[in-house]
């Protein structure tokens, strides 16, 4: 979610092209990504050294953004500056740059790397990464995220001609990768965002306007760019979201998104198998039938079924006599009941999880009290 300009460079153009220690006919690389809370990681070795915690942001146009704790510690030589920020160009702030020998990631290497000194997280209880891994890092490869398999692969290959169906052509105006977005008869500009952990479809306030909502927008907090704060709000769409042959019925919006370009986050993107061909400008698509739970609906019992499903990026869970809670990537904690409507965690008892219902009865949102004393909200996905 982030777009730079350069302002001074010192060893020749900001982002340089990495190069990579393979050669052609190796084998993909094939890495596993791991999760703090919401957030996707990997392990990746910095000058030989680490491994260091990264996570990976294709709203990043840049090859790399370290903190600054990292830059301390491995000793890391200023390079130049940048002015940056969020794609909405306000606020935008100086930042210095720092030459980096090599980034290791699994057993490719990406050489003479200009990387943005930055502190990124945002709040006190957001996971802690030593830096991100952008778009930009990776053109030279076919990258893979498969999030339904946790994976992130690397290999020197090409995606087919583009087919409108699962094969799209993206732009990459800001080194972001753009595609078409059908919202009702609207079509819109769409980030494929891996780094937006705050909603599924993000839209520009005023593209929401002209819409038809099934349900009144509700406030559900503040998010942080790097360098801006807003309120969020998010309601239910009528009308149905399509990009290449995938549609969604009734969706959860969120708004208003940063700049006027809609964002496809990581709620909507964890269901999905993902591949960039940056040479050629396209992304495959894929989405693969969801697992079977472990209990059968049916075997839920009647006065727990309410609770079960998918609330954006949490899913609760009959398992072994009990609900667990399930935030995306992390562990199954089971939920204590603490009143109608209300639960504990067994390993945070000092957490609160409550649930609305709305008309008949039926069980239609979530709010999860977090560590920094904030409620959290999430609308439940329907059938």
Same mark, same amino acid.
């Given at each position: 979610?982030?777009? *730079?300009?350069?302002?001074?460079?010192v060893?020749?153009?900001?982002?340089?092209?990495a190069?990579?220690?393979?050669?052609?006919?190796?084998?993909?690389v094939?890495?596993?990504?791991?999760?703090r809370g919401?957030?996707?990681?990997?392990e990746?070795?910095?000058?030989?050294?680490?491994?260091?915690?990264?996570? *990976?942001?294709?709203?990043?146009?840049?090859?790399?953004?370290?903190?600054?704790?990292?830059?301390?510690?491995? @000793?890391?030589?200023?390079?130049?500056?940048?002015?940056?920020?969020?794609?909405?160009?306000?606020?935008?702030q100086?930042?210095?740059?720092?030459?980096?020998?090599?980034?290791?990631?699994?057993n490719?290497?990406?050489?003479?790397?200009?990387?943005?000194?930055?502190?990124?997280?945002? +709040?006190?209880?957001? %996971?802690? /990464?030593?830096?991100?891994?952008?778009?930009s890092?990776?053109?030279?490869?076919?990258?893979?995220?498969?999030?339904?398999g946790?994976?992130?692969?690397l290999?020197h290959?090409?995606?087919?001609?583009a087919?409108?169906?699962?094969?799209?052509?993206?732009d990459?105006?800001r080194?972001?990768?753009?595609?078409?977005l059908?919202?009702?008869?609207?079509?819109?500009?769409?980030?494929i965002d +891996?780094?937006?952990?705050?909603?599924?479809?993000?839209?520009p306030?005023?593209? /929401?306007?002209?819409?038809?909502?099934m +349900?009144? !927008?509700?406030t559900?907090?503040?998010?942080?760019?790097v360098?801006?704060?807003?309120?969020? @709000?998010?309601?239910?769409?009528?009308? %149905?979201?399509?990009?290449g042959r995938?549609?969604f019925?009734?969706p959860?919006?969120t708004?208003?998104?940063?700049?006027?370009?809609?964002?496809?986050?990581?709620?909507?993107?964890?269901?999905f198998?993902?591949?960039?061909?940056q040479?050629?400008?396209?992304?495959r698509?894929?989405?693969p039938?969801?697992?079977?739970?472990?209990?059968?609906?049916a075997? /839920? %019992? !009647?006065?727990?079924?309410?609770?079960?499903?998918?609330?954006?990026?949490r899913?609760i869970?009959f398992?072994?006599?009990?609900?667990?809670?399930?935030?995306?990537?992390?562990?199954?904690?089971k939920?204590v009941a603490?009143g109608?409507d209300e639960?504990?965690l067994?390993?945070?008892?000092?957490a609160r999880?409550? *649930?609305v219902?709305?008309?008949?009865?039926? /069980?239609?949102?979530?709010?999860?009290?977090n560590?920094?004393g904030?409620?959290? +909200?999430s609308?439940?996905?329907?059938p």
């Amino acid at each position: 979610m982030t777009n *730079f300009k350069t302002i001074i460079t010192v060893f020749g153009l900001l982002f340089v092209t990495a190069v990579a220690a393979i050669g052609q006919g190796t084998p993909l690389v094939d890495v596993p990504i791991n999760f703090r809370g919401p957030m996707p990681v990997l392990e990746v070795m910095i000058n030989g050294k680490g491994p260091f915690l990264f996570t *990976f942001d294709t709203g990043a146009g840049l090859q790399a953004d370290f903190d600054p704790a990292l830059v301390a510690q491995l @000793k890391l030589q200023t390079n130049g500056k940048v002015r940056g920020g969020d794609p909405s160009g306000r606020n935008a702030q100086e930042y210095d740059t720092v030459a980096v020998d090599s980034i290791a990631l699994g057993n490719v290497e990406f050489r003479n790397v200009t990387a943005i000194s930055r502190r990124r997280r945002m +709040s006190l209880n957001a %996971p802690k /990464v030593d830096g991100i891994l952008g778009f930009s890092l990776f053109k030279e490869y076919l990258f893979t995220l498969d999030f339904p398999g946790k994976r992130l692969r690397l290999e020197h290959s090409e995606l087919p001609e583009a087919n409108g169906l699962d094969i799209l052509n993206f732009d990459d105006p800001r080194h972001v990768p753009v595609i078409d977005l059908a919202v009702g008869r609207t079509r819109i500009k769409a980030d494929i965002d +891996s780094g937006n952990m705050m909603g599924g479809f993000v839209l520009p306030e005023s593209l /929401v306007n002209k819409l038809s909502l099934m +349900s009144k !927008p509700v406030t559900v907090g503040r998010a942080q760019t790097v360098n801006n704060e807003i309120e969020i @709000k998010q309601a239910k769409l009528s009308d %149905p979201i399509k990009f290449g042959r995938f549609e969604f019925s009734q969706p959860l919006i969120t708004f208003p998104a940063i700049a006027e370009v809609a964002n496809i986050g990581l709620v909507i993107l964890q269901d999905f198998v993902l591949s960039f061909d940056q040479k050629n400008k396209r992304v495959r698509l894929e989405r693969p039938a969801p697992r079977k739970e472990t209990v059968a609906l049916a075997d /839920v %019992p !009647p006065a727990l079924k309410d609770y079960t499903g998918r609330y954006g990026i949490r899913a609760i869970s009959f398992e072994e006599g009990a609900l667990h809670l399930q935030r995306l990537g992390g562990p199954k904690i089971k939920l204590v009941a603490a009143g109608k409507d209300e639960f504990t965690l067994e390993l945070v008892p000092t957490a609160r999880v409550t *649930f609305v219902r709305g008309e008949g009865g039926k /069980v239609i949102e979530m709010r999860v009290l977090n560590r920094a004393g904030e409620w959290e +909200s999430s609308k439940k996905d329907q059938p």
